[in-house]
C-alpha cells in the first residue's frame, strides 16, 4: 500500500502552460518535501512545508501544504522544458522516516 | 560542500552472484538511509543507519543488508541476486536531528542483473 499517492502520474504540456500536481495521503506528516528527479539522476530536494496551509515558491514554482498536513500540491507557472522531471513528495512520518509517492512525470513540449 | 558519492555508477551482475554498493554521505551528516527504485514501485525505503546502527528497516528480504562505518560511510549488500533485484539503488543523507528530515541523494547506483 502506497503511503503517499500523487496524481496525475503522467503529465505533458506545452511550453508556456500551467499545471499542477498533487500528492495525497491519509496519514498526517510532520513534514513534506518535494523533489525533482531527471533520468538517471538521484532526486534533487526542492522544497520542505512544514506548517499545515503553509505556500512556498521557488522561481515559478508554488508548493501548498494542506491544512491538515495530509497532502500537497505543486503549481509550475509557465512551464519550461528545463522543469522536465519526474516530481517525488516525501511525507516524513516520525524517526527520521520518509515515505515516497511514485512521483509526477512531467513533461514540458518546447 | 562534497555531495552524497555512490559508487560505483553501474554495475552488471549475474542471478546468484553477490554485490556490494558503496555511499559516502554529506560531510556531519551521520544518517544514511539506502532506497530501491523500480519504475514500477517507486522509492521503496530498505534501510537507515545512524551512528553504526541499523534504526529502520523496510521491508526485503535478509538477502539486503546493509552496515555504517564510525566515518559515516555506509555499504549496502545483496547476496544471492535476483532478476528483480535489476533497480536504480539510491543513498540518502541527512543530519537526523529530530524532526522534518531533509534527505539529500547521491546519482545512485544502476545495478542490472542477468
Known amino acids: 500500500t502506497q503511503l503517499l499517492e500523487q496524481s496525475p502520474q503522467f503529465l505533458s504540456i506545452q511550453e508556456g502552460e500551467n499545471l499542477t500536481v498533487y500528492c495525497n495521503s491519509s496519514?498526517?506528516?510532520?513534514?513534506l518535501q518535494w523533489y525533482r528527479q531527471e533520468p538517471g539522476e538521484g532526486p534533487v530536494l526542492l522544497v520542505t512545508?512544514?506548517?499545515?496551509?503553509e505556500v512556498k515558491k521557488l522561481k515559478r514554482l508554488t508548493f501548498q501544504f494542506g491544512d491538515a498536513r495530509k497532502d500537497s500540491s505543486l503549481h509550475i507557472t509557465a512551464a519550461q522544458p528545463g522543469d522536465t522531471g519526474l516530481y517525488l513528495c516525501a511525507g516524513d512520518y516520525g524517526n527520521n522516516r520518509l515515505a515516497f509517492g511514485k512521483g509526477n512525470q512531467v513533461v514540458v513540449i518546447p | 560542500k562534497a555531495g552524497v558519492t555512490q559508487t560505483p555508477r553501474y554495475l552488471i551482475k549475474t542471478r546468484g552472484q553477490q554485490v556490494t554498493l558503496s555511499c559516502s554521505p554529506i560531510?556531519?551528516?551521520?544518517?544514511v538511509s539506502w532506497y530501491q527504485q523500480t519504475p514500477g514501485q517507486g522509492l521503496q525505503f530498505l534501510f537507515e543507519y545512524f551512528s553504526e546502527t541499523q534504526r529502520n528497516k523496510g521491508n526485503f528480504p535478509g538477502r539486503f543488508s546493509g552496515r555504517q562505518f564510525s566515518n559515516s560511510r555506509s555499504e549496502m549488500n545483496v547476496s544471492t541476486l535476483e532478476l528483480g533485484d535489476s533497480a536504480l539503488y539510491l543513498c540518502a543523507s541527512s543530519l537526523a536531528g529530530g524532526q522534518n528530515t531533509e534527505a539529500f541523494f547521491g546519482q545512485g547506483t544502476r545495478l542490472t542483473v542477468v
Open positions: 496519514s498526517v506528516f510532520s513534514s
Open positions: 512545508v512544514v506548517t499545515g496551509g
Open positions: 560531510s556531519g551528516h551521520r544518517s
